[in-house]
């Protein structure tokens, strides 16, 4: 297939095609996406058509947890999305120059050091939204984008969920189930967590119940153990007459550790009480019984934040951050069910 007959199909010249194909800033995104696709579905198909793709994207640096390295039972969603941006990396032939921090969280200093030994095109930085970090990355002159987080400064782009949305979604499903008492199962965290609590208030308030605060539940933590000692003693002081129908986990882990508390303590799930998750974990999935979750797109969070990068540097000094939120879906699980008459 030449690229007269792929001109021919856009309306547009040789020159134009092949400007589109080498990645040049010297033509609109819209057409450069238009020529690609009719390119792709004409089997044109080679090494021209990966590098427009990359636009001139050849390496990034990630600064990330050591925490992150290894999958666990707390940290599913975020070794998720870093395994795809591996891969995608991988493919794409963009080499990755990591920074690696001790411990769950970034500290600045030890981040910086890191970029600024690197000679990478662009940077991501997974989950961390501290200020300071935030401020230093947006006041070097490379592109840069938070992944699975967000700035609330809007200084530097971000690629997430729509998490106040998502949780409006799960929150509606439970209410056209028939639940009207239902409790929030959350805890203090980042802005994320702030804007999930922030869509259950909404769905709620929209549905008549004036009171939304007054039916979250904030454990100080997330960690198994956490939940288990704290969510076992909420179960406890209410006297085996739960005041819910349903109950809603803003992670998946904390669902699950949620529905060994009450199973233990005689309750059935869902013929007592409902549980919902966040996350649609596999751990969720091989549940018994499956757990009903919101499903945020992982693998495509990873794709959009290189995405990201590579408009930035297409762009070069008209870019905008941006903060890129991703629908989210849910997964029907048999935790979830319309709730018990009471007598």
């Not at 891969?87 to 990755?96: H, K, L, N, P, T």
């Not at 349903?246 to 550790?257: K, Q, T, V, Y």
Request: aromatic share 4%.
């Amino acid at each position: 297939m030449s690229l007269k007959n792929i001109a021919q199909a856009a309306h547009v010249s040789v020159s134009t095609v092949s400007r589109a194909l080498s990645g040049s800033n010297r033509i609109s995104e819209e057409k450069r996406r238009e020529i690609l696709e009719i390119a792709r579905a004409q089997g044109y198909i080679d090494t021209r058509v990966r590098r427009a793709s990359q636009a001139g994207l050849q390496s990034i640096v990630l600064a990330m947890p050591e925490a992150m390295l290894h999958p666990s039972e707390t940290n599913f969603t975020s070794w998720r999305i870093l395994e795809k941006l591996r891969s995608e990396c991988a493919s794409r032939g963009i080499s990755v120059d990591p920074v690696l921090c001790p411990g769950d969280r970034l500290d600045p200093a030890h981040v910086m050091a890191g970029i600024e030994a690197s000679d990478a095109e662009a940077i991501v930085v997974h989950f961390d939204e501290n200020p300071a970090l935030i401020g230093r990355l947006a006041a070097q002159n490379r592109p840069a984008v938070l992944l699975f987080g967000l700035d609330p400064s809007s200084r530097i782009s971000s690629v997430g969920v729509g998490n106040t949305y998502a949780t409006v979604l799960a929150t509606q499903h439970l209410l056209d189930l028939g639940h009207k008492d239902i409790l929030l199962l959350s805890w203090p965290g980042r802005m994320t967590i702030r804007r999930r609590e922030a869509g259950f208030r909404e769905a709620m308030r929209e549905n008549g119940c004036a009171s939304a605060e007054d039916q979250i539940l904030r454990l100080s933590g997330f960690a198994p153990a956490i939940v288990d000692a704290e969510f076992s003693a909420w179960i406890a002081a209410q006297n085996g007459v739960l005041p819910v129908s349903a109950i809603l986990c803003l992670s998946d882990n904390i669902a699950l550790r949620a529905m060994h508390c009450l199973q233990r303590a005689g309750y059935s799930v869902p013929e007592d009480v409902s549980v919902m998750g966040f996350d649609d974990s596999l751990a969720g999935q091989m549940a018994s019984p499956a757990l009903c979750s919101v499903r945020p797109p992982l693998d495509d969070i990873a794709i959009t934040a290189i995405e990201e990068l590579e408009l930035h540097l297409r762009r070069s000094g008209s870019y905008v951050a941006r903060r890129i939120e991703l629908g989210c879906q849910i997964t029907i699980g048999r935790s979830t069910a319309a709730p018990r008459r009471r007598a």
